[in-house]
């Protein structure tokens, strides 16, 4: 009980002194944390200079937990986070750096890279003093002020930062290596004002530094887009490339409404290329501004140049005032290219012209071509028997009429043609003597007349396929156009479909020496490679190429083709290496076939072939090493191993047909020594895509036929496949396909006779590589993931998931 009162006094007298108990409590919770955080510190600080700064972060993350206003620990957090790129890490402890050019410094670096732009411009900006930061961070800093105000598109700052910071580094030697790209921004972000007075201020300051003409053609799009043509103009005028300058500015003056001044920069640019899509376009300018004589005079250019009765037919079908019509029909009868059917409409059209003018020998002679016409119409004929009537020509209207009342015995038929004969045999009235008229003389027929005549026959007989006769007249005619290169390389052409190759050699480099163009030396290249000529080819390609080049630089197809063919050309020695990977599981070891059997785990292949030149092209040297693996890891552990040397055949030039003999050598346990003897041919589709095509189906279907003379062995295979192809880029290509295959074999163990049929699905990545001035497609590679499931063949290995990697050079 006395403890008890003595206890109670003491209780209260610390209940009514508490402040004076608090300030020991709080001294010790200082000490206690203190006593948390300063090992944490010290170690943290000993894993930074190890170089440990995960586990450093990791500890001064678990002291701001404890103390989250530890400035020491903040400070060497942002750091860190800042070293880590770990930006959001770096904002979220931002506040407890010091001193506070450095909080703003890393404020506006952190908020920078989290694309705050108008909060980095604002902490960037609001450093007062940056001198005490290092050089290379007042130069982040400035970076990060001049981008932050464009990025956030504030044109006061952006004017300012470009004045304080961009400008002051042009010096007379140079130009600031980042002016180019500070500009590109300014165009990206619309600052068009900004971004036009810098390019002036580039272009005045750095005259030996060129723009790009592929930065400038990006800038003139979005001014263009914003209907800043006069800004515009003075890019374009700073351009080089004359192609590019023309067809921006074509497309300025389109998007501006000047109508005169986009024609004329289009007819520029057909007339450097006179290519179908350049025709197609100024065609469609031409017909916008109604300019009727324009497209008359361009379709008649076009089809004299190139013959396509397709422009003809538009010259002759165009709305025309009544001695246009006239003086086309004319100039260019008998309307070569054209069916029968529109030879005659445009025949009987210029007939009436003749009539009217009374030109007798011009109509008789346009009736007897059209009598020669196959397949001609019963109104056809009657009209033809009609005309030849008119100008007393009996004997011909009678005989016209014969043949149709015997192929048609219509009664206004045998009506016309008794008419016809009475006609013909009752005896004119005597007519009053009148003085004679001397008979007309037919004009003898001029040089353009003998030319116009040679060439229609050159090009019907080509048509007809007539080779011979049309190489005559082709000659006929050069004697009248001695420099003309279309005629050499029509000359050119005939003596090819008749491989008559030397000869086709000769007109086509003709042809390019009096107007060197990429195709005539392309067609050169061709007949070389048929004369063995390989050295000569590849310089007939390359000129070709610098054409393309020069003239056609988006014509990427044909780039393609042509640096592919010297690629080929060039090449005697190309090698093939795979590796294949069993992904599922199985228990089954045995095989139809040693080291390539579906049974194994993977295996590897590397071949090597050599073209000699003794050979021509017609036969390969090549060794060739395979190992194979049961086990199911990824990496390459061989348990059996075959080299063998062998040569292969390819006896026809343009088929994929080729025969082999191959000598094995003994390696690992399930090799062999024996001698192959090989059959293979190929029905290939596919892999070797045009560039600018996108979207194809594709299809490859293998067969092969093996027999091992040692053993006495032989099997057969057959595979096929069949995809679709989807362009991922330039050189990339995704191909899903399904797939089967069937194969026969006696050399499965002791000479067991096996069958195997499978049907299955897969993809592929394929991808061409090694893009040269002269030369494309160097080596290809290829991934694919393929599954096949098993309906005859061994039993306990009815399915496979393989991973086939190729690498092909």
Not at 148 to 156: F, G, Q, T
Not at 483 to 499: D, K, P, S, T
Not at 697 to 717: A, F, I, Q, R
Not at 761 to 772: D, H, L
Request: glycine share 4%; hydrophobic share 35%; aromatic share 14%.
């Amino acid at each position: 009980m006395k403890r008890i009162l003595v206890f109670i006094p003491l209780y209260c007298i610390t209940f009514l002194n508490a402040n004076v108990v608090n300030n020991p409590v709080d001294h010790v919770k200082e000490e206690f944390t203190e006593y948390r955080i300063y090992p944490r510190l010290q170690k943290a600080d000993n894993y930074i200079a190890e170089g440990k700064i995960k586990e450093a972060k990791e500890l001064l993350l678990k002291v701001l937990e404890i103390d989250p206003k530890n400035a020491r620990a903040g400070n060497r957090v942002v750091v860190l986070c800042m070293q880590d790129k770990d930006f959001k890490c770096a904002r979220k402890y931002v506040d407890l750096v010091e001193p506070s050019t450095y909080q703003k410094y890393y404020e506006g670096y952190s908020a920078f890279e989290l694309q705050d732009y108008a909060q980095a411009l604002k902490a960037a900006s609001s450093i007062e003093d940056a001198t005490t930061l290092k050089r290379s961070e007042q130069e982040l800093n400035n970076n990060i002020i001049l981008r932050s105000a464009i990025m956030s598109e504030n044109k006061e700052a952006t004017d300012t930062a470009l004045e304080k910071i961009l400008h002051p580094r042009y010096n007379m030697s140079s130009c600031p290596s980042e002016s180019l790209e500070i500009i590109s921004l300014l165009f990206a972000h619309k600052l068009f004002d900004e971004a036009f007075a810098e390019t002036r201020f580039y272009l005045d300051h750095c005259k030996s530094q060129k723009i790009p003409d592929e930065k400038l053609a990006i800038w003139s799009d979005l001014l263009r887009k914003e209907n800043l043509f006069s800004h515009e103009e003075s890019i374009i005028a700073t351009m080089e490339e004359v192609d590019l300058k023309n067809e921006h500015t074509l497309s300025m003056y389109i998007k501006s409404g000047d109508e005169t001044k986009a024609i004329e920069t289009m007819e520029k640019i057909y007339h450097a290329e006179p290519s179908d899509e350049n025709k197609a376009r100024l065609l469609y300018l031409y017909e916008n501004a109604k300019m009727q004589n324009k497209i008359i005079t361009l379709y008649s250019e076009v089809y004299e140049l190139k013959k396509n009765p397709e422009d003809l037919k538009r010259v002759l079908y165009l709305k025309k005032e009544p001695e246009q019509q006239y003086q086309l029909l004319e100039k260019y009868y008998p309307y070569a290219g054209l069916t029968n059917e529109e030879k005659f409409n445009f025949s009987v059209s210029l007939i009436k012209f003749y009539k009217e003018e009374h030109k007798v020998n011009q109509v008789l002679s346009i009736v007897d071509d059209l009598t020669l016409l196959e397949h001609l119409t019963d109104k056809q004929e009657l009209y033809l028997s009609h005309q030849y009537s008119d100008y007393h020509q009996n004997k011909k209207a009678i005989a016209l009429m014969e043949a149709l009342y015997q192929s048609d015995p219509r009664p206004q038929y045998k009506e016309r043609l008794v008419y016809l004969r009475n006609r013909n045999i009752i005896p004119k009235k005597a007519q009053p003597q009148t003085v004679q008229k001397k008979p007309q003389i037919k004009p003898k027929p001029t040089r353009e007349d003998k030319l116009r005549s040679e060439t229609q026959l050159a090009y019907d007989l080509i048509h007809e396929k007539r080779y011979d006769e049309a190489s005559v007249h082709i000659k006929k005619a050069l004697q009248y156009e001695p420099n003309n290169a279309v005629r050499y390389e029509q000359l050119g052409q005939v003596y090819y479909a008749q491989e008559k190759y030397e000869k086709a050699a000769d007109a086509f480099e003709k042809a390019s020496e009096l107007n060197p163009r990429s195709g005539y030396y392309e067609s050169l290249g061709y007949c070389q490679i048929k004369l063995k000529d390989k050295k000569g080819a590849i310089e007939s390609f390359k000129k070709s190429i610098d054409i393309v080049k020069q003239e056609e630089p988006e014509n990427i197809d044909k780039l393609y083709q042509l640096k592919y063919s010297v690629a080929e050309l060039d090449r005697n020695f190309f090698g093939y290496l795979t590796y294949g990977m069993r992904l599922d599981s199985y228990n089954n070891t045995g095989g139809i076939s040693p080291i390539l059997s579906a049974n194994y785990g993977g295996f590897s292949a590397l071949e090597l072939h050599y073209k000699p030149e003794i050979f021509n092209d017609y036969a390969t040297v090549y060794v060739k090493a395979l190992a194979g693996v049961r086990d199911q890891s990824l990496a390459i552990r061989s348990e059996t191993w075959q080299p063998s040397l062998g040569l292969r055949f390819q006896p026809l030039e343009d088929e994929r047909l080729y025969f082999f003999i191959e000598k094995f050598f003994k390696g690992g346990d399930e090799s062999r020594d024996d001698t192959m003897l090989r059959a293979s041919w190929e029905l290939f589709d596919g892999y070797d895509f045009y560039p600018t095509t996108t979207e194809y189906p594709w299809k490859h279907l293998y067969m092969d036929s093996v027999y091992y003379l040692d053993n006495g062995t032989y099997s057969l295979y057959a595979n096929y496949e069949h995809g679709y192809v989807w362009k991922s880029g330039y050189q990339d290509a995704w191909m899903p396909y399904l797939c089967t295959s069937a194969g026969y074999t006696n050399d499965n163990g002791p000479k067991e006779t096996l069958k195997r049929f499978d049907v299955g699905a897969g993809i592929s990545y394929f991808f061409w590589r090694n893009e040269r001035e002269y030369k494309s497609h160097q080596y290809t590679g290829r991934a694919r993931l393929e599954y096949r499931h098993q309906y005859a063949g061994d039993p306990e290995d009815d399915h496979a998931l393989r991973l086939m990697l190729e690498f092909f050079f």
